[in-house]
């Protein structure tokens, strides 16, 4: 970390000289072309590729930020097999999140400065050596925080945040129930639960996990099994919240669980993902095993049934200040040292494959990074830039994956 920072410092500083007209300027920061992960189509993994594309300039409101980390989400994985609703068109780079350093602003773009160290939104493009986001989006980050803390940040813990407080109002002497509690956003929601008194947390997780996040949860399930029974024996009137990133039968079994006047959100639906490509079969399976909603059923039970989509806050329904005044709390706790985002561990562009593959096989705890700046490990047998030979339209058969552990090849 103190090498990082070391590096952090000394980068700033040249940065910042560069706004002096009589100061060189690198042949990096002159360059017109960037590295960027392409999607060329909807599919396997066989659709991604690293590839030169021309380098944006900001526009009006604008920050060009030189990317030092990105972050990959399961939603990532779903965007490559089209497995969402209004798919934007291909060839793109993909990418949600990203930190950095702010390189140049465009007109009329206030509150940030080049050197600024930064993390951001980006509505696509965020897997790439240079991106272009309006300034809404952006946010500076503490001093010792690392780059990958801070592309592991603004994602994972927004979405937890905005769920626990705002969504579901959670208080003290709470309980609370999340699936997949090993990946980030789990991660997340319980740091976050920690920083209320007396709140009880449930957790569903691969076996092979529970070793490494037996001391974040109260009590931890194994995700192959129905935990309801199991929730049901330490908490027989059930649980004040469920946070459910599955969908499916999880559902219905989510909203049986919930006390009178408990809240259920759906953030997620990574039960349709099976093989390595879109299954219709595996969506269509998924949503028949939902149960359906009687909101009468609702009113009697005194009941709420909610959704949280982060990104349609964003970039469709105009919540930019909603979500930054999550992130001025979230930093808050973090200066606090009461959260800290969990890396589980760092991929260079060219491994953007075999980073999807862990994602995919539920093989991580916390979140995994794409590091710009990091050599391809010399080990790793598909470089992204060629052509995989993974079959497209070959689907692994259906079935839990997540027994299958990849190690990481950075902690």
């Known amino acids: 970390m103190a090498k990082e920072g070391t590096e952090i410092a000394e980068e700033t500083e040249q940065m910042i000289d560069q706004k002096e007209p009589d100061n060189p300027v690198s042949a990096v920061v ?6 960027a992960v392409l999607l060329t189509g909807f599919g396997g993994l066989n659709k991604l590729k690293v590839t030169k ?12 930020i030189r990317v030092k980390a990105c972050g990959l989400n399961f939603l990532d994985l779903m965007v490559r097999q089209g497995n969402i609703d209004n798919p934007p068109k291909t060839p793109l780079v993909p990418g949600f999140e990203c930190s950095g350093i702010v390189e140049s602003v465009g007109e009329n773009t206030k509150g940030f400065e080049i050197g600024d160290r930064v993390m951001a939104f980006v509505n696509y493009n965020a897997w790439a050596e240079v991106v272009c986001t309006p300034l809404d989006f952006v946010y500076k980050i503490p001093d010792d925080m690392t780059f990958s803390e801070a592309a592991a940040f603004s994602m994972n813990f927004v979405t937890a945040y905005m769920m626990l407080f705002e969504v579901a109002n959670l208080r003290e002497g709470m309980s609370v129930l999340v699936h997949s509690a090993g990946g980030a956003v789990g ?16 957790g569903t997780a691969s ?3 529970h070793e490494a996040i037996k001391h974040s949860v109260t009590h931890l399930f194994d995700r192959n099994i129905d935990c309801v029974p199991e929730v049901k024996k330490i908490s027989p009137d059930g649980v004040d919240i469920v946070l459910d990133c599955l969908c499916g039968e999880n559902t219905g079994k989510g909203l049986t669980l919930l006390k009178p006047m408990g809240t259920y959100i759906l953030y997620g639906s990574s039960n349709m993902v099976t093989g ?20 009468i059923k609702l009113y009697e039970e005194n009941k709420v049934m909610a959704g949280f989509s982060l990104l349609n806050l964003l970039f469709k329904q105009g919540g930019c200040n909603q979500v930054k005044t999550a992130v001025q709390k979230l930093l808050s706790l973090y200066d606090q040292k009461k959260i800290k985002p969990v890396v589980d561990s760092l991929w260079a562009l060219e491994e953007v494959k ?9 093989g991580n705890i916390g979140k995994l990074i794409l590091d710009v700046e ?19 339209e070959e689907e692994e058969q259906e079935g839990d994956n997540d027994n299958k552990e990849r190690m990481p090849f950075i902690q």
């Open 354 to 362: 075999e980073a999807m593959q862990r994602i995919h096989d539920r």
């Open 374 to 392: 990091k050599s391809p490990t010399p080990l790793m047998a598909n470089d992204s830039t060629e052509t995989s030979e993974a079959g497209e």
């Open 53 to 64: 594309k021309p380098m944006p300039e900001p526009q009006e409101g604008e920050v060009k």
């Open 187 to 202: 991660q997340a929601v319980a740091q976050l639960c920690s920083t209320v008194p007396n709140v009880t947390v449930f």
């Open 30 to 35: 002159d360059s017109k072309e960037m590295r």
């Open 207 to 209: 076996p092979f996990k």
């Open 276 to 295: 390595e490509t879109k299954s219709f079969f595996s969506f269509a399976k998924s949503w028949w095993q939902v149960e359906k909603v009687n909101p």
